[in-house]
């Protein structure tokens, strides 16, 4: 075998050890909640708008932070799953309005974001590593946990089957 085709298998075998990893340590790491529908609450967003789910169809909800490096990464993930379907993210610890909007009109994002200044809606939905996100069917029962970055083809599967 030339030493091509063993890096290659080197390189599949080690990248499937990593994606088997991620998804144990992201199971582990999930959080326990005390509700399995999302709250109906009324939420104000940060342009302005308010928000409230009427479970009608499946959602997204994202919580990440503007310091967090997985969740920079994974943001652009997140932008094109809100292009598709209805995603709300939660902005944890990461400053004032202004300095939310303005990081949200640089980076060029525009979904959904709720600034969880201090964190009332992490310490809810129990959160404790960023970025997590939970992913509800179309009638508003929680489906998927993901703690850690996910991929958009991964994201936009867990959203088809939620359908």
Request: aromatic share 14%; hydrophobic share 35%.
């Amino acid at each position: 075998m030339n030493r091509s085709k063993v890096w290659a298998q080197e390189i599949a075998e080690g990248v499937l050890i990593v994606l088997i990893l991620s998804n144990i340590i992201s199971y582990v790491r999930q959080p326990e909640l005390s509700f399995t529908t999302f709250p109906s609450e009324k939420m104000n967003l940060l342009n302005g708008t308010s928000y409230s789910y009427n479970g009608t169809k499946p959602l997204l909800v994202h919580f990440w932070a503007t310091w967090c490096p997985t969740c920079k990464l994974e943001a652009s993930n997140i932008q094109s799953i809100s292009e598709e379907y209805e995603v709300v993210t939660f902005a944890v610890n990461s400053g004032l309005d202004e300095q939310l909007k303005s990081y949200m009109d640089e980076e060029g994002y525009d979904f959904r974001v709720v600034n969880d200044q201090d964190g009332f809606w992490a310490k809810k939905f129990n959160v404790e590593a960023f970025p997590t996100t939970f992913i509800y069917d179309s009638k508003g029962e929680l489906k998927f946990t993901e703690v850690g970055y996910s991929s958009t083809v991964g994201l936009l599967g867990r959203m088809k089957l939620s359908e």
